[in-house]
């Protein structure tokens, strides 16, 4: 059964830093990834997707890569700013025809002006 | 471009009573549909996933149900709520060639 894991639970930094959040998975048989962006009590919000045949992904100050062999996903935000406070949530996918992704419990930042 | 819309946003019922959660998607057709639960520190549980109309299927056992009586537009009801219903649940839906997820904004549903 896959799991998903972000480690820490909060992050708490202050504006203009480089930051990275983690995701960790236990098989690494996976179909794709996906980075998720919450604010409170919105939605999810889609940052970006990563197939499992590539390492990374761009958008803006945001970058994420993927590492399959070891389990692992980061995403870096660059130059943070107070309006990047919110829970980062990823999610995997284990299958082409699997309509199941696993997610993990998230990230929560808080970018102090 | 494609927009999920989902209503409404907070919802209080008393125990017992009925329930019916509206999502529509713009912008595509034949989407993926899914139903998510969100409960505090518990993550996001998959309740109802649909690849298409009258196509239901279920993640877990529980005291709702889910139809999806037109092309883009699915339904998460109870015919009696329970006090274990309460959270927020989040509609999304996904391109048929693909497993990527766009989220509605969620209904905070209570039930007292």
């Known amino acids: 059964k896959q799991e998903v894991t972000q480690i820490p639970a909060a992050l708490s930094v202050p504006e203009g830093e480089n930051l990275v959040l983690n995701c960790s998975f236990t098989?690494?048989?996976?179909?794709?990834l996906q980075w998720f962006r919450q604010d409170p009590g919105k939605g999810l919000t889609s940052l970006l997707l990563i197939q499992s045949s590539q390492r990374e992904q761009t958008s803006g100050r945001l970058n994420a890569s993927l590492d399959k062999s070891s389990g692992r996903s980061t995403l870096y935000i660059a130059a943070s700013q107070p309006g990047d406070s919110a829970t980062y949530l990823c999610a995997v996918s284990s299958g082409a025809g699997s309509y199941q992704l696993t997610f993990g419990k998230g990230t929560k930042l808080s970018v102090i002006p | 471009s494609q927009t999920i819309h989902q209503w409404p946003a907070t919802l209080v019922q008393p125990v017992g009573s009925p329930l019916s959660l509206e999502c529509t998607v713009e912008g595509t057709s034949n989407p993926n549909l899914y139903w998510y639960r969100q409960a505090a520190g518990r993550g996001l549980q998959l309740l109802f996933y649909s690849v298409g109309i009258g196509q239901i299927s279920s993640e877990v056992p529980q005291n709702l149900s889910a139809s999806r009586p037109q092309d883009r537009q699915f339904i998460l009801s109870s015919k009696k709520l329970l006090l274990s219903d309460s959270g927020f649940y989040l509609c999304?839906?996904?391109?048929?060639?693909?497993?990527?997820?766009?989220f509605g904004s969620g209904t905070q549903l209570s039930v007292l």
């Open positions: 098989d690494s048989a996976i179909y794709n």
């Open positions: 999304a839906w996904s391109p048929t060639d693909r497993v990527e997820l766009f």
